[in-house]
């Protein structure tokens, strides 16, 4: 299936972006059609054929509904600049805006001469001629979209659209002598929604910037010289140079050059990073102060930016079981407020005669303006997805607003051991010398010596432990006997390092050492002078994450298929009580099936690779240090950009911050609403309470989902 994106220029209502989803679905050969309002854009998917057909369909419904939104395929424009040797072409930032600016010229002059006409018309109340004629054109001045767009869809058999709903409701003013009231309400809807426009647009602009960066240009070495050209056409082994100020356009190493990186779009790190020549860098990182050649280690589909927007860009796809309620909510809440407005003026006219129509159409007149659920269709998946653009700020990625929703309601965080709680480096945590030897120095310079030939971790972890500098004219001779160490003749003497089984089988007698780490021990010339403790070194954060955890109330626990004294002396030193050991795979599924089961909401936390299973099972998976790693992206709900465990309860607190704003504009919008439909019910509400909780209440609902863009976990 071949999935083609349509960028919707000027898609400011999210009640028409549902209607264009739905309809769009009906098409024969589209599949799984989604409409992301936050970032105007649609994509679909099909089996390649056809491709222009489809997206012609796709457009006509888009200007049945929207005739000012302007469709168009999303594409990267290919632009090639030849320059000599060493000289690299400049680079033109540029931004694409996404959606249409609504402050345009025309509407503003049109709605300013709609208020002053309608002051005039106040103004001239005795002069009935006058009066009536400048309401007229005020009316029409303002309202003609909205008529225009209402007989369309009337002629299509929507009723239950807002331009509909406002039509009706102004109409049954102007019927009843209201002439000031109707003009009003078409003029303080246009009003309303070109605020709302405006803030809808804004936020949409901060979301689209938090994700904007893509690089939309390489400097690649071609032939003697440097050509521009997109980063889609860059070869892997190709050599780009990147300036300063300039992004990263694809992963690679440095072949040239040094400089420091700002990967806060990648990892959420505000301090930047020096990076040296031998050095693996992330497209998608700027340059800040020095000029870079590097050599591509990845064609741009597979590079690190690539995959980070495909994530985010699919996260609309997956909506939060709230978003998709108030998506079905909204079909059934307008009908029912129509009807009810319907009978409000039907069944007490049968009741009381007709002398009372007037005031009673009044009543249903308010519950028509009142009833466009506008505030909830647009600010809900706003919040949401504003949400996950501050999580992908803070180097955490979200799959989707359900995992995020998911991720607030969380009690039990259970973590994998090696590469998610340790780093999966070796480190020497202690030494123990023989009791006949004092000199530490001799023994750390004996097993630098043994060790330096030898690639193995553990090896490695001792030469990285010592500052020795080894004499390679010292070694004589290497033995290497597999899974046990290592026996090396030196001008030293001969050297034994490995476990005790090497020990024994070289006839040295040694003291065992009882600690849950892994012991090398160490003899020279046949005597025992001492032992190194390895152990896998702990995370700098891992603690203080734990801690911060346990005194949110969350359940900690640590699962390992590691042995069970090394899992024990991890758990303690990080404080958690309930740690689980040699564990196969299975084991760790059947654990936390058993936690679900008991009505936990489980977080797993694992490498994303060998944890799959659990990733998969768990409430919500989440990967550790998934930067370039693909099985934990696929596995994984959530996948953390560094190894860093404390950004587990930043993506909690975004999830909670995230929810406690969607549930208050619900609650806002809601109430509202009710407020004034119960008082437009005894007659106590007006057309003009009835417009606040219209476009007033999604306005302000807008600027209230921007704070889960702007809040800091």
Known sequence: ?????????????????????ARSKNIVGVHNVIVDFSRSRLSFEHNGEDTDALINQITQIVKTLEPDVTVSPQSTASRQSHSPDNHAHSHDDHEHDLTKTPHDVKALTRLGL??????????????????????????????????????????????????????????GAIAIGEYPEAVAVMIFYEVGEYFQELAVNRSKHAIGSLLNIRPDEASV?????????????????DIILVKPGERVPLDGIITEGSSNLDTSALTGESLPQFYDSGMNVLSGSVVLNGILKIRVTAIFAESTVSRILELVENATSNKAPTENFITKFARYYTPIVVAFAAALVIIPTLLFGTASFDEWLYRGLVFLVISCPCALVVSVPLGFFSG????????????????????????????????TLTEGVFEVYQTHLAPAQLDEHLLITIATLAEFHSNHPIARSIINYSDHIVNLDDILSLEEFSGQGV???????????????????????????????????????????????IRDRIKKDAKSAIMALKDSGYQVMMLTGDREAAAISVASELGIENVYSALLPTDKYELVM??????????????????????????VGISMG???????????????????????????????????????????????KGIIMALGTVGL???????????????????NATRALHYKP
Not at 119 to 130: A, D, F
Not at 393 to 419: H, P, W
Not at 630 to 639: K, L, N, P
Request: aromatic share 8%; proline share 2%; with cysteine.
């Open 1 to 21: 299936m071949k999935k083609t994106v349509l960028v919707l220029n000027g898609l400011g209502c999210a009640h028409c972006a549902t209607k264009i989803e």
């Open 114 to 171: 709609s208020l002053v006409l309608f002051t005039v018309g106040l103004l001239t109340k005795n002069l009935m001629p006058v009066h009536l004629t400048v309401l007229a054109i005020a009316y029409v001045l303002s309202g003609h979209k909205v008529l225009m767009r209402s007989y369309k869809n009337i002629r299509r058999g929507d009723f239950f659209d807002e331009n509909f709903l406002m039509s009706i409701a102004t109409f």
């Open 221 to 237: 070495y071609r032939d003697g010289f440097w050509i521009t050209m997109v980063p889609e056409n860059v070869k892997v082994d």
């Open 388 to 419: 996950i653009g501050n999580a992908s700020r803070n180097g955490i990625l979200v799959k989707g607003s359900n995992y995020l929703e998911a991720l607030q309601q969380v009690d039990t965080v259970i973590f994998d051991k090696t590469g």
């Open 487 to 533: 026996v090396v003749k030196s001008t030293q003497g001969t050297i034994v390092a490995g476990n005790i089984k090497l020990m024994a089988s070289q006839n040295i007698d040694v003291v065992p050492i009882e600690t849950p780490y892994t012991q090398i021990y160490v003899a020279l010339n046949g005597a025992y002078i001492g032992a190194f403790d």
């Open 594 to 619: 058993r936690q679900i089961a008991k009505g936990h909401k489980v977080a797993f936390v694992g490498d994303g690779i060998n944890d799959a299973p659990v990733l998969a099972v768990a409430t």
């Open 626 to 672: 998934a930067i370039g790693s693909d099985a934990a992206i696929e596995a994984s709900d959530i996948v953390l950009m560094t190894d860093e465990p404390s950004k587990i309860l930043q993506a909690i607190k975004i999830s909670k911050k995230t929810k406690q704003i969607v549930m208050q504009n619900i609650v806002f919008a809601l109430g509202t």
């Open 685 to 703: 509400s007006s057309m003009w309470m009835a417009i606040f909780a219209d476009v007033g209440v999604t306005f302000i609902a807008v600027l």
